[in-house]
T-cell receptor, first 113, second 112 residues
Framework: DAGVTQSPTHLIKTRGQQVTLRCSPK?????VSWYQQALGQGPQFIFQYYEEEERQRGNFPDRFSGHQFPNYSSELNVNALLLGDSALYLCASSFSGGWQPQHFGDGTRLSIL | SQQGEEDPQALSIQEGENATMNCSYK?????LQWYRQNSGRGLVHLILIRSNEREKHSGRLRVTLDTSKKSSSLLITASRAADTASYFCATDGSSNTGKLIFGQGTTLQVKP
């Protein structure tokens, strides 16, 4: 049973570019959350998707957007990249029916030059 | 923004010793969770304690919660080299919707 998978594992972009990160949730999970983790810090919540809609959003600008597909997979898009967007981007999935722990992927390491 | 602080930021011990790390948070909560992160990997859920619980055990892990002080502690007994990782506490605020608010983490090194 595959866990949460994220692609790509590493990505290098330059300032001003746009990037799309992808996440496939654990089998049976219908909710996907995205987190940004700067070096040496704890993860910060970006947003959460359920039933193909953004259900919650953290304190991130509109440059960060997302999508959830009918198969529950999700994308995170970041426009107009800034040097400060360099971080590990983590995807976590869970099941909406009753409390269950979130399962995290190994993340995408995004470096902005 | 981060939920609170974790203490200490870094901890180095010998195999077989116990490791204790502390977490403080700012808002009311439904539950508090602890996660482990190995270098370059994702987070792994360790244990959850609900706001009406004071102590919980899971294998070599013991978690305590003091809601009056808005603090929690994680004790790892008889530590092993494989326990080397960063440990984070996370709360859901009071929303119970899965939005986790993480602390800054404690980096634990267990020397063989």
């Amino acid at each position: 049973d595959a866990g949460v998978t994220q692609s790509p594992t590493h990505l290098i972009k330059t300032r001003g570019q746009q990037v799309t990160l992808r996440c496939s949730p654990k089998s049976g999970h219908d909710t996907v959350s995205w987190y940004q983790q700067a070096l040496g810090q704890g993860p910060q919540f970006i947003f959460q998707y359920y039933e193909e809609e953004e259900r919650q959003r953290g304190n991130f600008p509109d440059r960060f957007s997302g999508h959830q597909f009918p198969n529950y997979s999700s994308e995170l898009n970041v426009n107009a990249l800034l040097l400060g967007d360099s971080a590990l981007y983590l995807c976590a999935s869970s099941f909406s029916g009753g409390w269950q722990p979130q399962h995290f992927g190994d993340g995408t390491r995004l470096s902005i030059l | 923004s981060q939920q609170g602080e974790e203490d200490p930021q870094a901890l180095s011990i010998q195999e077989g010793e116990n490791a204790t790390m502390n977490c403080s948070y700012k808002t009311s909560i439904n539950n508090l969770q602890w996660y482990r992160q190995n270098s370059g990997r994702g987070l792994v859920h360790l244990i959850l304690i609900r706001s009406n619980e004071r102590e919980k055990h899971s294998g070599r892990l013991r978690v305590t919660l003091d809601t009056s002080k808005k603090s929690s502690s994680l004790l790892i007994t008889a530590s092993r080299a494989a326990d080397t990782a960063s440990y984070f506490c996370a709360t859901d605020g009071s929303s119970n919707t899965g939005k986790l608010i993480f602390g800054q983490g404690t980096t634990l090194q267990v020397k063989p």
